[in-house]
Nanobody, 127 residues
Framework: QVQLVESGGGSVQSGGSLTLSCAAS????????MGWFRQGPEKEREGVAA???????RYANSVKGRFSISRDNAKNTLYLQMNTLKPEDTAMYYC?????????????????????WGQGTQVTVSS
């Protein structure tokens, strides 16, 4: 059973930084494609950043140049470094794992491709 536990959320002023962490079950981060998603108030959940099994990355246009996804396979942990935060980044942030990306031959930022989810961590950015 894959378990994902996010941490690192909080409240920050516009322009600030936060680093989110996702502690995963053993081998999850190294074997699966991993992603960060967010859901703001009255909004649909959207993909923010993803990393493939070979270390390649994808980002939503809204966060390119500001957010960085990375992983530490030895620690079974996924990270999301968020810089220059804006009020519109306010959302619940979720870590997710896609166990079928290798079979499909690629990974995406689509929520429907991810089959394991954490409970989320709240990020609030004030102006």
């Amino acid at each position: 059973q894959v378990q994902l536990v996010e941490s690192g959320g909080g409240s920050v002023q516009s322009g600030g930084s936060l680093t989110l962490s996702c502690a995963a079950s053993k081998y999850t981060v190294s074997l699966y494609c991993m992603g960060w998603f967010r859901q703001g108030p009255e909004k649909e959940r959207e993909g923010v950043a993803a990393i493939g099994s070979l270390g390649d990355t994808r980002y939503a246009n809204s966060v390119k140049g500001r957010f960085s996804i990375s992983r530490d396979n030895a620690k079974n942990t996924l990270y999301l470094q968020m810089n220059t935060l804006k009020p519109e980044d306010t959302a619940m942030y979720y870590c997710a794992a896609d166990s079928t990306c290798r079979r499909r031959g690629g990974f995406t930022l689509s929520t429907s491709d991810y089959n394991y989810w954490g409970q989320g961590t709240q990020v609030t950015v004030s102006s």
